[in-house]
């Protein structure tokens, strides 16, 4: 079945960077593109950028841009998200989430199980 | 971009149906059929239920409908069941069909 595993929790200092893995299984890698959206505790979803699987070609949202930078190695089926000059209110789960290239707004489907990055002084 | 507004919470009792709203603008909700509906149960990573604002994917029961009027999208759950006891979003592209915005997330109770 399609799947998407991510890395363990992480805690961080302010100011550090931190990179959550999320390896995929049971599709064709490079048919698809990978998103990744933080939930702060508490709060709705918020997207955070894609990545085309198939051409690397990465799309961010503006509030992150220069603080982010998404990869994918197709060799081992995983797409990687590090974020830069961590804040306290960088702390969230991350997940990733499988999204079409032919229509990148279209769905997320399926999720990762989250990544918690807690970021404390 | 500002999130969607959905209401805090709604209720409903077993077996009847609730609809939750999903209020966006002309340059979101209202400028193409790009809405999606999530189903996030405590712990858990939220799920597709709904995507183009009325498809269910396979999988989805068809308890779960979806619809859009102007700049406001709904979700309507019939039949309600204790395990739909959950907090839904609502997304939505921005207009720009490459950027999408996430509603605050309605609580549902089944009483």
């Known amino acids: 079945q399609v799947q998407l595993v991510q890395s363990g929790a992480e805690v961080k200092r302010p100011g550090a960077s931190v990179k959550v893995s999320c390896k995929a299984s049971?599709?064709?890698?490079?048919?698809?593109?990978i998103s990744w959206v933080r939930q702060a505790p508490g709060q709705g979803p918020e997207w955070m950028g894609w990545?085309?699987?198939?051409?690397?070609?990465?799309h961010y949202a503006q509030n992150l841009q220069g603080r982010v930078t998404m990869t994918t190695d197709t060799s081992t089926t995983t797409a990687y998200m590090e974020l830069r000059s961590l804040r306290s209110d960088d702390t969230a789960i991350y997940y990733c989430a499988r999204q079409s290239i032919r229509c990148p707004t279209c769905w997320f489907d399926p999720w990762g199980q989250g990544t918690l990055v807690t970021v404390s002084s | 971009q500002s999130a969607l507004t959905q209401p805090a919470s709604v209720s409903g009792s077993p077996g009847q149906s609730i609809t939750i709203s999903c209020t966006g603008t002309s340059s979101d909700v209202g400028s193409y059929n790009l809405v999606s509906w999530y189903q996030q149960h405590p712990g858990k990573a939220p799920k597709l239920m709904i995507h183009e604002v009325s498809q269910r994917p396979s999988g989805t029961s068809d308890r779960f409908s979806g619809s859009k009027s102007g700049n406001t999208a709904y979700l309507t759950i019939s039949g309600l069941q204790a395990e739909d006891e959950a907090v839904y979003y609502c997304c939505s592209d921005t207009g720009s069909n490459t950027d999408v915005v996430f509603g605050g997330g309605t609580s549902l109770t089944v009483l």
């Open positions: 049971g599709y064709t890698f490079i048919n698809y593109a």
């Open positions: 990545i085309s699987a198939y051409n690397g070609n990465t």
